[in-house]
Each structure stands twice: as C-alpha cells, then as structure tokens.
C-alpha cells in the first residue's frame, strides 16, 4: 500500500478479505493524504488557514465517496434525512445550525462503528417557488395564465436548472457529510410516484374525499390555506362597528300590540360581510329577544328577509348587544352554527376578494372599498350605531403578507382523527421521543385537537391531483388515466379531465423519512435505514412537518419514523431580536465561514445550542472560538516540534504529568461522549474547549517542557522525553478525533500531518474513555501541584509580584514538601519557587493553603512592606467607595422596577466587590504578623 494512501485493514474493514468499504465502494489507493514521513514542523504553516483547508478537503472527501454507506455493509444502522431546504431558499443561520448539529451527529457515529446515511433534498416549495417565476414574468410582461400549464411548468423547472439549489452548494462550505449521491428532491419522479400512491391508498380507505368546506383563501396568492399557514398578526388596530337590523314587516305584524324593539343592534369588524348573512342569532334564555326567537328582521338594502334565531352555543348575552351577525359563508363559527340551524351559505367574494354578483350595487368592489361603502349607506339610512377601536388578531397568509379570507370552497380534505390517534400514543409510549421533553405537550395539544387537513391548493407547481372528472362531474381517483379507464371500465371515447389543484407542499413532506428511501418500492436502503434516527428541526415546524411525518409513517410503513426529535432553539441576534430583513439584523452565516472559517463558526453554533434555550447571536464569541482554532494549532505546532525524534518503538517512561493527561483525556472522552447520547451539544463543545485549553496547554504543554527541553543524554532521560513525546502523540491522536464531528477541517488538517496515522480523521474511531484509563494516584498528585501554583500565583497577582522575581517557601507539612520536592522544576518555571525549605513561618510572610496544608512565602526582600501597605490602604478605601455605591443603588425602588438581568448584574458586582475588600484585609493583615 502507497504511503498515506486510505486504508484497508483496521476496526472500520467490512470483512476480513476487505473487498468492500463500510462507506460505500472499494476506494482507490491515491494518495491523497501527506506522506508523514515529510519533515514535521517545517510542513506546517504558522497559521491555520480555514478557507484554504476546507475548500480543498471537502472536495476530496467527497470524491472519494466517504459520505455514501453501503446498506450491506456492518455496523447498526444510523440515519437522518435533512429537513429538505426550499429549492428557493438561501442558507441563513437557522439553516446553518440545523445543519451543523446533525453533521455533529452523523460524524460521531460514523467514527463510531455505525452504518450512518445522511439523506440530504429540496423541497419543491409549491407557493414560494411559483411565486418567484410569477414574479420574473410579470417583470418581462407576461402572466402564467396566458402561457398555459405546461409552458408556465416548463419555466419553473428552466429556473430550478439555473437558480435552484444554491443551498446545497451553501452546505457543502458548512462542511456538512450528506451522502449527495442520494440527494432528493420532492418533484423529483420517485418522490412523485410515492406522493401519488399514498394519495390513492387514503382514497381507497376512506380517509381523503372532496366536500365543500369553510377554507382559509389567500386573495393574493389565489389559493388555499391550511391553519398553520395562516400567521394572525396580533395586536391589529380595528374598528368595531355596530349598525341596525329593522324588525321585517311581517314580524311587526306579528309581535303587534307587544312591547318590543323595533330592531337589532350587531357588530362587526367586517361591515362588507353583512351583504352575506343569512341569520341574526340570540341567547334563546335571554330575556330581551326571546319574544323576537323566530320573527325575521329586513336585510337594510337587499331584498332578504334574516330569521333570528337561538343559539346557546356560540352566543354570550353579556356580550354586546347580545346579538349576533351570522355569515355562515365567511367566519368559521358562523360556519358550524350554519350547519346546525341549516342555514343559507351566501358567498359574496370573487376569488380575488372583490364583491361578486350577489352584492347589488356593491359588486365588483375590492372588500376594503366595499366596506366603506357599506358603512356609508348603512348611515344613509339611519342604522349606524356607532363604533370604537377594537384590537384584534388579523389572519394574514404566511405568504404573500395578504389578510385572509375565510371562504366556502370545494377543496380536498385528509380526515386526521384516525390517524392523529396512533401518532399520539406513540409519543406517549416511547416509541418517539421530543427532546427537550416539553415540546410533547405542543405535539400532543395540536394532534388532540386536529382538524382534517385541506390538502388541495390552487397552484400549478407541485404534485397534481390524481383525480379525474368526466362530463357528467363524476370524480375518478388512480394513479394514472390508464388506470382509471381500465378500473371503471371507460370507453376511450370518454373525455376526462385531470384536476387542476395540486396537493398542499407539505402533504410530500410528509412522507419524506420513507419516500427518500425508494417506498413504494422495497429497496435496501428503506430496509436498512426505516425508521431513521433521530430529526432534528425547530419548534416552528411540529405541526407542518413532524406530526405529520409521525402519522404518515405509522400509517403506511407501520413503524414511526423516528426515534428522537431533536428540536433546537432559535438563533436571534444579540439584544434577543428574531433575525428578519425589516430590521436589518440577519445574520449572513456564509459572511462568517468567509471571515473566520467552517470550524470557528460552527464551534460557535454547537457551544451556544443549548437545550431550551434560544441561541442570541454574539460575533465575540465567535472571534472567541476563532483563538481556540489557533490555539489548537499552535499547540499541535509545539506537539510537532517535538515529534522529530519521535519513536513508537523506543524504550519509554511516563511522568505523573503524562499519566494525569491522558487521565484526564479519559474523562474528557466520557462527558463528550455522554452529552453526545443525550444530545446536549453545548456541553460537548464546553468539554472539548476546557481540555484542550485548560488542562492540555495551559497545564500539561508547561508541566511537558521540563522533560521535553531536560538536559542530559542518559537512557532514563531520553526514555522520559519519548514518554513525553508518545503522550503528545496519543493526546492529538485522540483529540482529533474527538473534535472532528464539530471542527472537521481543522483536525483533518491535523490528522494528515499527524505522524503514523493513515487514511481520513472522518472514519476512525472516535475514542472511548477505556483507552485512556483512570490513574487516581497521578490525578491527585498533579492536583496538589496545580493548587500549589495556583495558589502562589494568585498571591503573586494580588501583592502585584511580578512572575518574573523568584520567591521562597517554608513548607512545614513534609507531605507537601516531598511532593513539592519532586516536582522542583515545575514548581520553581510555573509558580516563580525557586527555593524550599522544611520548616513554619519565617518573618512576613503570604500564606497559601494548599490540600489543607500551610505553605509560607516570606516577602522581605520580594516587596516594599511600608508602600505595599499603602497600596492595599488606598486599595481598601476605593473597595468601601465601590460597596457604598452598590448599596445605594441596589436599593428596594430599583429591584421593584429594574430587569431582572439588570438587578442580578449588579447583585454580582457588589458581591465581588465585597469579596475583593476581604482579600484586601487579608493582604493587610499578613503585616501585622512580623
């Protein structure tokens, strides 16, 4: 085998003759990896370069086809199928830490033994992407309608060709490993054969049928709208008008000689409505109408008689006038009130949201101009009653922005009551999970109260209705005309006519767990890898996406389609705004990868995700983030120093220092791994930040160079310094590994001129904390010394002795002296010791607690006693100004009216403010113990 070439043998092989590759198929022996023979720290530039690295790594990754598994290969099956980006859509930061949390996943399991796919798409976008192409025709002066179907469908797909799918190249820069050979889109042929089948088995079984319904229509965008795509802008200011219903003639005739109202009084914010009611309703035990409960009132310019009728159900008499307009053809409750009282259902809009024929003088008006005129001729007669502001919820199309109409319409519907049931009960059974367990209660409140879905939309671009309609208006359900003639044996000569709706966008989606698998079919890949294992989205889209997928897959695959929901936070921006282009604080998250690379940034995004908890954006962290990428390099830069003389097959010993690190490497490896499982990512990148800066190169790089850098040419020291060496070796071997599945590029780079390595970082095996086994005596002893030097630091910074002016130490316990002794050397290059002495206090001295021991450090001659005093003097005064100021500020009026946040930060300053006066006093207080 060629030098560096990728390898064939090792705990990843799919069998022992090695024929085939547990990613996919045998991969060429090229070379593509830096032979590690090359000379070691020349090799590696000063600074980590992301953009260079990325480009050039992924690439070849890729064509080496490390990102397609082979279904036949071992290992137990781990899957995902990305939540498939609109094909109009541009990668933005919620994208991007979607993306990167299950890369984060699908890299750990691959290095861990499994046979993982990462199934990425496009979803078609039926409204957004129609709306786009729409758009650039009106730009060139054409309309769809003009062009017909086919041609206006044949500019969607030239668009999609040109334009579409830029998120996916936008992904690849994220550095995310999907299986792109596998890349689905929701139009395309397969998926389209899959949306058709299912259309037809709920057909079949009774579950879709057509029916003239109450929908929610978008004006604007001339369609159909199920409730999750309806926004209700909250807090619109409206007007609550009342106006007058005369008694009609022949209820005045028949309430004569009674003491009545001569009329009703209703209100409305829709005055234009009132052209479609067809019933005033009362509390049938209120007593001020209950003589009126049958008698009709005079529609005031319509030749219509309303009857007044009784209803307990939707009527409050406390309310208003305790009289309610019913328009059972424009308001959802008005809707099912005009079904129980079989009621006229009246539709006053063309589809447009002008006024129709039935209108009168008002037909053809736009509703807003409508219902101005209706208020004006109501006045004109004498019936308006006044008005008053009224804030109210304004339904508004997810869309197109337009406020929606509810209006009656024949539309296709999906019963959801069967179906929802098992969905339900495989939540509450385990069989699915939310984590964080909370988003259950908003899965389990929709899916309790569901309502069948409208499925059918009034577009051109997406999935066509597999429905036909002979002359007559008999409706034909099949999966192709062909199949529709032969199964209701129709002649040829029987003109049929496909809908023209297409299926709501989401009703494909849907099916997206199984259908990107190859169902109907029974293919290898929907065998090894249904149900997947866990999806990961936002909380926005439980109702669109994942409730339904849960009962699409139980319904038609009989087993759920996954096991974990994974449901991350929003990304918002730093004051805790929600990102949109109004406001002007979107985030590009490609700006990002570009100034700081792939790996700082995602590194930013997975140590920020934690559970339940939005994300707000902060650039310093990630400049943050973008120093611990430098600081691994540079400390990988020192590890390759010092591996020159590196040899795996030397005689070696290992310090304590060695020992503590690779026990604590162990440790390490365990949390990851732990947080991994239970998906708190933010504590896997907590975990891997603080070993690898605080306790590899803050403690253990420094502890290393006494040996590393020792004089002498003796077996034992050279043996010590390849103890050292390997250590550095193993400790990079595994941290690579163990950072990849967040910073891919970076420890790639680092594998490659790792020597004695072989292949791609991506497939080896993620560390277990075996490997690196607990050593109870080194951990305690390197903890001594730690606190040792820590203390002796923290004295030096508090008395303002610089590191450089070396110190002395009675040590009167001879436990500590001994261990203080042996490590002499670090001692005196890490704390500034450079002389110890058995013995108690000698003179002024600062003392240190170390492990319950005293530790003196004599100050004459270190210190200027007399200006020290003054110094921590004056340094007592500012701290009781500070406390004073603090006092006064945290005083009840401010914690009754301030943030919470603002309250909490002061508490924290006077707290350290405190906390610094008492070591002020404790300093002082060292003098007065001469």
């Known amino acids: 085998m060629q030098a560096g070439a990728l390898p064939r043998t090792g705990p990843l092989a799919l069998d022992p003759s090695c024929t085939r590759w547990p990613l996919g198929p045998p991969l060429p022996d090229i070379p593509l990896w830096k032979d590690p023979a090359m000379a070691l720290i020349d090799s590696l530039p000063k600074l980590y370069d992301p953009q260079s690295a990325s480009d050039r790594i992924y690439a070849e990754w890729e064509a080496a086809g490390l990102f397609s598994p082979d279904p036949a290969a071992p290992g137990e ?74 041609a206006f ?44 089948e299912v259309f037809v088995r709920y057909h079949e079984e009774g579950l879709i049928h057509r029916a003239e319904r109450l929908i929610n229509w978008d004006p604007v965008g001339l369609t159909a709208l199920s409730d999750l795509e309806v926004e209700n802008e909250e807090g619109h200011e409206a007007e609550l008008w009342s106006f007058a219903y005369p008694l009609s003639p022949s209820a005045r005739a028949r309430l004569a000689g009674q003491d009545h109202p001569d009329e009703i ?9 009132m052209l479609g009611d067809t019933a005033v309703a009362v509390h049938p035990d209120d007593p001020r109408y209950q003589a009126l409960i049958g008698c009709t009132v005079q529609h005031p310019f319509l030749d219509r008689q309303i009857p007044i009728i009784a209803d307990a159900q939707l009527v409050d008499p406390a309310f208003g006038t305790g009289a309610v307009k019913i328009t059972p053809a424009h308001d959802f409750n008005d809707f099912e009130m005009g079904k129980r009282h079989d009621l006229p259902m009246i ?176 293919t290898p890949d929907l065998a090894r890898y249904y149900p997947t294992s866990v999806l990961i989205t936002g ?33 918002r921006d730093e004051s805790g705004q929600k990102m949109s282009k109004t406001k002007g604080n979107v985030v590009d998250p490609l700006e990002i990868i570009d100034l700081h690379g792939a790996d700082a940034f995602r590194f930013t995004l997975v140590a920020m995700a934690a559970q339940g908890r939005d994300i707000l954006w902060n650039p310093a962290r990630a400049e943050g983030y973008v120093k611990f990428q430098n600081k691994i390099w540079q400390a990988f830069r020192f590890t390759m120093m010092h591996l020159e003389h590196y040899d795996p097959a030397a005689p070696r010993s290992h310090s304590a220092y060695d020992q503590w690190i690779l026990a604590r490497l162990g440790e390490a490896t365990r949390r990851v791994r732990k947080a991994l499982d239970e998906y708190r990512f933010n504590d896997v990148a907590n975990e891997i930040y603080s070993f690898t800066w605080d306790e590899l190169c803050d403690w253990y790089l420094e502890l290393s160079k006494g040996t590393l850098y020792g004089d002498g040419d003796g077996a034992s020291v050279e043996a010590a310094k390849q103890g050292a060496r390997h250590t550095l070796w193993r400790v990079f071997h595994a941290l690579v590994r163990l950072a990849h599945p967040i910073m891919p590029f970076l420890t790639e780079e680092i594998w490659r001129a790792l020597p004695h390595t072989e292949g791609t970082v991506m497939v080896q095996a993620f560390p277990k904390a075996a490997e690196f086994p607990d050593d109870p005596a080194a951990l305690a002893e390197v903890a001594a010394l730690q606190e040792a030097i820590t203390a002796v630091r923290r004295i030096r910074a508090e008395m303002d002795i610089a590191p450089k002016v070396p110190m002395k130490a009675s040590i009167p316990d001879a436990g500590l002296f001994g261990l203080l002794d042996r490590h002499a050397k670090a001692f005196s290059d ?101």
């Open 539 to 571: 909380f926005d889209i439980i109702f669109f996406w994942v409730a339904r997928m849960l009962f699409s897959g139980i319904h038609h695959m009989g087993a759920v389609p996954f096991q974990d929901v994974y449901i991350h936070a929003l990304v």
């Open 77 to 150: 099956p781990y899957s995902i199928v990305i939540p498939p980006p609109n094909v109009t859509g541009s990668l933005h930061m919620g994208h991007a830490l979607n993306n990167t949390l299950q890369d984060v996943l699908i890299r750990y399991k691959r290095m861990d033994g499994y046979n993982t796919l990462w199934v990425p798409g496009l979803d078609h976008a039926g409204i957004a992407t129609q709306w786009v192409v729409e758009r650039q025709l009106r730009e060139q002066g054409l309309d769809r309608r003009e062009m017909g179907r086919e």
């Open 347 to 522: 539709n006053i809009l063309n589809l447009d949201a002008t006024l129709n024929g039935v209108c009168g003088e008002f037909a053809g008006m736009d509703r807003y101009e409508a219902r101005k005129a209706v208020k004006a001729r109501i006045a004109e007669l004498g019936l308006d009653r006044g008005s008053k502001a009224h804030v109210m919820a304004l339904p508004r199309s997810q869309r197109s922005g337009s406020p929606v109409e509810p209006m009656l319409s024949t539309q296709w519907f999906l019963k959801m009551k069967s179906l929802a049931a098992p969905s339900i009960a495989a939540v509450e059974n385990g069989f699915t999970r939310f984590v964080p367990k909370g988003w259950e209660n908003t899965y389990f409140a929709w899916m309790r109260d569901v309502k069948d879905w409208c499925i059918s939309r009034q577009l051109w671009w997406g999935h066509r209705i597999p429905a036909w309609y002979d002359g007559e208006g008999n409706t034909y359900v099949g999966r192709s005309e062909a199949e529709v003639r032969q199964r209701h044996e129709l002649p040829d000569d029987l003109v049929l006519q496909q809908d023209e709706d297409v299926l709501d966008t989401w009703f494909s989606s849907a099916l997206w767990p199984y259908s990107t698998l190859g169902w109907p079919d029974k």
């Open 265 to 273: 009084v209703v209100a409305t914010t829709r005055p234009e409505t």
């Open 153 to 196: 469908l044949q500019r969607v797909w030239d668009w999609k060709a040109e334009s579409g799918g830029t998120i996916v190249d936008q992904l690849r820069k994220l550095g995310v490993s999907c299986d792109w050979k596998r890349e689905r889109f929701t139009l395309d042929e397969g998926l389209s054969r899959a949306v058709t």
């Open 830 to 930: 890490l704390a500034g010791v450079t002389e110890r002495r058995a013995g108690g206090r000698d003179g002024i001295c600062a003392t240190a607690v170390v492990r319950g021991k005293d530790l003196f450090l004599p100050l004459e001659g270190v210190i200027d006693i007399d200006a020290e005093k003054e110094r921590l003097g004056r340094e007592i005064g500012k701290s009781d100004k500070d406390i004073v100021a603090l006092e006064r500020r945290l005083n009840p009026g401010f914690r009754a009216k301030a943030p919470a946040d603002v309250v909490a930060d002061f508490d924290a300053k006077l707290v350290a403010a405190r906390e610094r006066k008492e070591r002020l006093v404790e300093a002082l207080g060292l003098f007065a113990q001469g």
